[in-house]
């Protein structure tokens, strides 16, 4: 896995927010959509889009692509065959990622998705599924925030083939933090509760089924290990070329977090280094945190 430091955009040109506009309406669309229905709660987030693009209104492509979505909407609903012409419109319409590589605009699509995916408030088993499908088919994201955060929570909550209220609530947790905009009361009522993030549990924020590799790659290992104290995990590394660190740092490459940990951490407390790594995924460094098992799987398909 190729790793390279993948910089945030501080702000946005005209241009760029146009682009990153045409993204997210084609997410929330693929989103609101990704269960096989339609319904009227979730196709009124897109009347909140053509509100936010006010500022844009007279500059291409909105003159051409707000009509066509409040068109769609002047019934109140939007059917498949009105939802598939503006998904052609905002693939045609778009510069082509002129402004973005091809991982920035698929993660903007995605957080297009997750708002799309909770615009009625209510995230289903079917739509968990639709969108780890999704995930399924867009891989080249992996290694990218919020993607394996994503991947390894939706595994969690899909070992059972069932959203229960308490996944749903994580799941709604965890979605919120991608929306950039919605006029959801029940999104808005979400964050207004205090107690929610202090109730929530997250299964797990290490990549599935990561592919690791040990030369010039920088390790950095948190937690309790079930199998090796600290120095032998170190030498492992060192023995296949890598380096290992104690500390997290902007040049590393893998935290591996120790399988002794309680899986069960409270989301605002996995642990000093694994929320420090999680930052700087959100900032954009393409480091990627792996469990111990997976690690370990990875020194044994590398031994002589």
Same mark, same amino acid.
């Given at each position: 896995?190729? +790793?390279?430091?993948?910089?945030?955009?501080?702000?946005?040109?005209?241009?760029?927010?146009?682009?990153?506009?045409?993204?997210?309406?084609?997410?929330?669309?693929?989103?609101?959509?990704?269960?096989?229905?339609? #319904?009227?709660?979730?196709?009124?987030?897109? &009347?909140?889009?053509?509100?936010?693009?006010? /500022?844009?209104?007279?500059?291409?492509?909105?003159? /051409?692509?707000?009509?066509?979505?409040?068109?769609?909407?002047?019934?109140?609903?939007?059917?498949?065959?009105?939802?598939?012409?503006?998904?052609?419109?905002?693939?045609? #319409?778009?510069?082509?990622?002129?402004?973005?590589?091809?991982?920035?605009?698929?993660?903007?699509?995605? +957080?297009?998705?997750?708002?799309?995916?909770?615009?009625? %408030?209510?995230?289903?088993?079917?739509?968990?599924?639709? #969108? =780890?499908?999704?995930?399924?088919?867009? =891989? +080249?994201?992996?290694?990218?925030?919020?993607?394996?955060?994503?991947?390894?929570? #939706?595994?969690?909550?899909?070992?059972?083939?069932?959203?229960?209220?308490?996944?749903?609530?994580?799941?709604?947790?965890?979605?919120?933090?991608?929306?950039?905009?919605?006029?959801?009361?029940?999104?808005?009522?979400?964050?207004?509760?205090?107690?929610?993030?202090?109730?929530?549990?997250?299964?797990?924020?290490?990549?599935?089924?990561?592919?690791?590799?040990?030369?010039?790659?920088?390790?950095?290992?948190? %937690?309790?290990?079930?199998?090796?104290?600290?120095?032998?995990?170190?030498?492992?590394?060192?023995?296949?070329?890598?380096?290992?660190?104690? &500390?997290?740092?902007?040049?590393?490459?893998?935290?591996?977090?120790?399988?002794?940990?309680?899986?069960?951490?409270?989301?605002?407390?996995?642990?000093?280094?694994?929320?420090?790594?999680?930052?700087?995924?959100?900032?954009?460094?393409?480091?990627?945190?792996?469990?111990?098992?997976?690690?370990?799987?990875?020194?044994?398909?590398?031994?002589?």
């Amino acid at each position: 896995m190729a +790793h390279s430091d993948h910089k945030p955009y501080i702000g946005f040109t005209k241009p760029q927010r146009v682009d990153r506009a045409v993204h997210t309406l084609e997410g929330i669309l693929k989103g609101i959509a990704i269960d096989g229905q339609l #319904l009227p709660a979730e196709c009124r987030e897109l &009347t909140n889009w053509c509100d936010d693009q006010r /500022e844009l209104l007279t500059q291409h492509p909105f003159t /051409e692509l707000v009509p066509k979505v409040q068109a769609a909407l002047a019934d109140g609903a939007i059917s498949s065959e009105e939802q598939a012409d503006i998904l052609w419109l905002c693939r045609n #319409l778009s510069s082509g990622s002129i402004y973005y590589d091809e991982v920035t605009t698929d993660i903007q699509v995605l +957080h297009g998705i997750l708002h799309g995916i909770l615009a009625d %408030g209510v995230i289903t088993a079917e739509e968990a599924k639709g #969108l =780890s499908e999704w995930m399924d088919a867009n =891989s +080249h994201l992996r290694g990218s925030y919020p993607f394996d955060e994503l991947d390894s929570l #939706l595994t969690t909550v899909l070992r059972d083939g069932k959203v229960d209220a308490q996944e749903q609530s994580l799941l709604k947790d965890f979605f919120e933090d991608f929306i950039s905009y919605s006029l959801s009361k029940s999104i808005e009522q979400a964050r207004r509760d205090a107690n929610i993030k202090k109730q929530m549990r997250l299964p797990g924020v290490c990549a599935v089924c990561p592919v690791i590799e040990f030369t010039d790659h920088v390790f950095c290992f948190t %937690g309790a290990s079930t199998r090796a104290v600290r120095r032998d995990i170190a030498e492992q590394i060192v023995r296949r070329r890598g380096v290992f660190k104690d &500390t997290v740092s902007l040049d590393l490459h893998y935290l591996v977090v120790g399988a002794a940990g309680n899986p069960c951490w409270a989301f605002s407390c996995y642990g000093r280094k694994v929320e420090q790594a999680v930052a700087f995924r959100r900032d954009g460094h393409r480091l990627t945190i792996v469990h111990e098992h997976d690690f370990w799987d990875a020194i044994q398909d590398t031994s002589a």
